[in-house]
T-cell receptor, first 112, second 112 residues
Framework: EAQVTQNPRYLITVTGKKLTVTCSQN?????MSWYRQDPGLGLRQIYY???????DKGDVPEGYKVSRKEKRNFPLILESPSPNQTSLYFC???????????FGPGTRLTVL | QKEVEQNSGPLSVPEGAIASLNCTYS??????FFWYRQYSGKSPELIMF????GDKEDGRFTAQLNKASQYVSLLIRDSQPSDSATYLC????????????FGTGTLLAIQP
């Protein structure tokens, strides 16, 4: 089954404690992306990757890092989380130009 | 001005009626337009995409695009209670076909 998986699905942490949210896709897609979703602000892109070792900032990259060492994986790293990063995070992938974005199930992060 | 604007709703529609969801966008160079449905706490799922002016029909759903007016809409015929969800409009940034900008979504409530 074609899918995008994220882990963990729920996470409560404290300010400053480094964390990683994993994302994996089994569709051999080149393009992957991370979004955060906040009430009243909608889905906003954090980072995206066009292929292995190729990443770029989205609209709200501050406080986040990503890496793309393998085609299937695109982890999101919060080096020093802060309460304003409390949000619902989605990973997405698509095969190429104009293709459908497949979203992961989401990770609800709370930073205390 | 937001890049993609939607009325937040809620839009209340009787069961069996036509639901009409609207979206305007600011980037005249945008070429790809998407409608996603998102149930509460779940990830967005693609309903329709449209690239050319006019109408595109898929089952009970019709997407309408008017590039001159920078307007895209989604019609849902014979609305069912299961259509109750938030509908997200997404538009690509000109020159970046993989980079989607999402509206904040319209909450649709189908009344039995």
């Amino acid at each position: 089954e074609a899918q995008v998986t994220q882990n963990p699905r729920y996470l409560i942490t404290v300010t400053g404690k480094k964390l990683t949210v994993t994302c994996s896709q089994n569709m051999n897609h080149e393009y992957m992306s991370w979004y955060r979703q906040d009430p009243g602000l909608g889905l906003r892109q954090i980072y995206y990757s066009m292929n292995v070792e190729v990443t770029d900032k989205g609209d709200v990259p501050e406080g986040y890092k990503v890496s793309r060492k393998e085609k299937r994986n695109f982890p999101l790293i919060l080096e020093s989380p802060s309460p304003n990063q409390t949000s619902l995070y989605f990973c997405a992938s698509l095969a190429g130009d104009r293709d459908t974005q497949y979203f992961g199930p989401g990770t609800r992060l709370t930073v205390l | 001005q937001k890049e993609v604007e939607q009325n937040s709703g809620p839009l209340s529609v009787p069961e069996g009626a036509i639901a009409s969801l609207n979206c305007t966008y600011s980037d005249r160079g945008s070429q790809s337009f998407f409608w996603y449905r998102q149930y509460s706490g779940k990830s967005p799922e693609l309903i329709m995409f449209i690239y050319s002016n006019g109408d595109k029909e898929d089952g009970r759903f019709t997407a309408q695009l008017n590039k001159a007016s920078q307007y895209v809409s989604l019609l849902i015929r014979d609305s069912q209670p299961s259509d109750s969800a938030t509908y997200l409009c997404a538009v690509n940034r000109s020159g970046a076909t993989n980079k989607l900008i999402f509206g904040t979504g319209t909450l649709l409530a189908i009344q039995p």
